[in-house]
């Protein structure tokens, strides 16, 4: 018996790992994470699979199927969306296994800000522009320390990816106002490699009202940064 956490990728089904998609059809138990998951990957379950939804469980909920599971020694696949160690919540999941003494393994999956890069044909690193990534949240539920707040974040002017924060786009603009000009680029792309998927790029100054406009409130990513130009120096890899 034994957990497999695994990342659906963002959306689109193909981009399932083959790794993941074979843990998905031999697992006896499936939790997967409500929504954020497309329906298509249960459809690889076994038919004696039974399968249950996280957004309504709590951990210790997800404990006793774990337990249970490891009664019938059967394997349990709990499907995160996007990449699990990028705001997964699986680490407490991972210490609760270790008091249980039930093994388990970590499947890597396609995050949301690489298939948001992928959609937009876009680069987040570029010679000349920058070398930097950052990935980041604002403060919803779970507090942000002080010295990994968005304005001590945005100093270097990184290539900023925002999760989780679109309902704070107008407070954002704000903050990075001071550090990127009102010109610079941004880019939210909603529901990345989803059929409804929905992609706005526009200026730091006039992004809130755009957000606004298409009605976007939940499940988008917001990517900041000079590399959207995509003026950039030459690589020296291929010269």
């Known amino acids: 018996?034994?957990?497999?956490?695994?990342?659906?990728?963002?959306?689109?089904?193909?981009l399932l790992t083959i790794k993941g998609l074979k843990a998905i059809q031999h697992a006896g138990y499936c939790i997967y994470a409500g929504s954020l998951v497309n329906a298509e990957l249960l459809k690889h379950l076994p038919m004696h699979a039974k399968i249950y939804d996280s957004s309504c469980m709590s951990l210790e909920d997800m404990v006793v199927l774990y337990k249970e599971a490891m009664e019938q020694?059967?394997?349990?696949?709990?499907?995160?969306?996007?990449?699990?160690?990028?705001?997964?919540?699986?680490?407490?999941?991972m210490h609760a296994l270790d008091e249980l003494g039930i093994p388990y393994e970590v499947i890597p999956g396609v995050s949301s800000f690489i298939a948001a890069a992928a959609v937009l044909r876009q680069e987040l690193t570029l010679p000349g522009i920058t070398q930097t990534?950052?990935?980041?949240?604002?403060?919803?539920?779970?507090?942000?320390?002080?010295k990994e707040h968005l304005s001590a974040l945005a100093a270097a002017t990184p290539?900023?990816?925002?999760?989780?924060?679109?309902?704070?786009?107008?407070?954002?603009v704000k903050i990075l106002s001071s550090h990127y000009s009102n010109d610079?680029?941004?880019a939210v792309v909603y529901k990345a490699t989803w059929p409804d998927q929905k992609i706005i790029r526009s200026k730091l100054s006039d992004i809130a009202e755009r957000v606004k406009q298409e009605s976007i409130k939940k499940t988008a990513l917001i990517i900041v940064g000079r590399v959207l130009e995509k003026e950039f120096n030459r690589s020296v890899l291929y010269s």
């Open 133 to 146: 990534i950052v990935i980041t949240r604002m403060e919803g539920k779970t507090p942000i320390p002080e």
């Open 159 to 172: 290539t900023l990816c925002i999760f989780l924060s679109i309902d704070k786009i107008e407070e954002i």
């Open 73 to 93: 020694n059967t394997d349990v696949v709990r499907i995160h969306s996007g990449d699990p160690s990028i705001y997964g919540a699986i680490q407490e999941q």
């Open 1 to 14: 018996m034994k957990v497999f956490f695994i990342g659906a990728g963002p959306g689109d089904p193909e």
């Open 184 to 186: 610079c680029p941004v």
